[in-house]
C-alpha cells in the first residue's frame, strides 16, 4: 500500500511541476503543449513548483504534530465546535461556491490563490474517508496533507502566472544581449529582447518595442542571458 501511495505522491509532483509551466505560459499566451508534452512540460518546472508549496506543507505539518501534544482546551471539545463539523456540509457548500466565483471573476493570479484554499477547506469533508485515515493515521497531519493535496495545484498556477506577470510588467525578467548572441533582431536597453524560456529545441524570446513572440530554433551558438532585473 505504501509503495502505490508513494508511486501516486512521485505522479502528483510531476503534475504540479505542469500546472506551474502551464499557468506560466498561459499567462504569456504561448502554447506550450505545441512544443512539448506533458512529462518534459512538468520537468521544467518540477523544483520551482514544489518550492512554496513543500515549505508551507512541512510548516502545518509541524505545527499539527505540535498542536496535538497540547492540552485539550480552546475550543476543541466544545458545542460550537460540534454543532461546526455537524453542519459542515453546509459550510462546504459555500465555500465551494466562493471558490468557483473568486476564481471566475477575480483577477489573477490571486483568484488561483483565493480559490485553491477555499476548495481545500471545503473539501476537508472528506478527510475521515477510510483510505485516507489508513494511509495517515493522524488526524492532524492527515488534514493538513489532505488540505495541500487540494490546494497545491492552484499554488502553483498561481507561482507560474506571478513568474509570467513580472516578466509581461517589466518588474523582473530576463533579457537577451542581442549582439554576443548574434540574433537578426534590433534591440536597444529601452526596448530589450526577453527571454521567456526553452521549449524542447525552441528558444521563446520577446521583443518589448512590438510586444511580439519570437519561436527560434536552438542556434549553435549559445544565448547571452543578462540577470534577472527590470527593464
Avoid at 465546535?81 to 459550510?91: A, D, E, G, L, Q
Avoid at 523582473?172 to 521549449?199: C, F, H, M, W
Avoid at 551558438?221 to 540577470?227: G, H, R, S, Y
Amino acid at each position: 500500500m505504501y509503495g502505490r501511495a508513494l508511486a501516486f505522491a512521485a505522479s502528483y509532483c510531476v503534475g504540479l511541476g505542469a500546472c506551474y509551466q502551464l499557468g506560466y505560459w498561459d499567462t504569456l499566451e504561448v502554447q506550450v503543449l505545441q512544443f512539448v508534452g506533458l512529462p518534459d512540460l512538468a520537468k521544467l518546472a518540477l523544483p520551482a513548483a514544489l518550492i512554496g508549496t513543500g515549505v508551507g506543507l512541512i510548516a502545518s505539518i509541524i505545527g499539527a504534530i505540535l498542536g496535538s501534544s497540547l492540552q485539550p482546551g480552546g475550543g476543541g471539545d466544545t458545542a460550537i465546535r460540534r454543532t461546526f463539523w455537524r453542519n459542515y456540509r453546509y459550510f462546504a457548500a459555500g465555500l465551494l461556491a466562493a471558490g468557483v466565483l473568486v476564481g471566475a471573476f477575480a483577477p489573477e493570479p490571486n483568484n488561483w490563490r483565493v480559490a485553491g484554499v477555499l476548495i481545500g477547506f471545503a473539501c476537508l469533508w472528506f478527510v475521515d474517508c477510510r483510505v485516507l485515515a489508513r494511509i495517515i493515521p493522524h488526524r492532524g497531519i492527515r488534514s493538513v496533507a489532505w488540505l495541500f493535496f487540494v490546494t497545491a495545484p492552484f499554488l502553483t498556477v498561481s507561482q507560474g502566472k506571478q513568474a509570467a506577470l513580472q516578466i509581461v510588467e517589466g518588474r523582473r525578467a530576463e533579457t537577451i544581449d542581442v549582439g554576443r548572441s548574434k540574433l537578426p533582431i534590433t534591440s536597444n536597453p529601452q526596448s530589450p529582447v526577453l527571454y521567456l524560456g526553452l521549449l524542447g529545441d525552441t528558444y521563446v524570446l520577446r521583443e518589448v518595442s512590438t510586444g511580439q513572440t519570437i519561436y527560434m530554433k536552438r542556434p549553435e551558438t549559445p544565448l547571452f542571458v543578462k540577470a534577472r532585473a527590470k527593464y
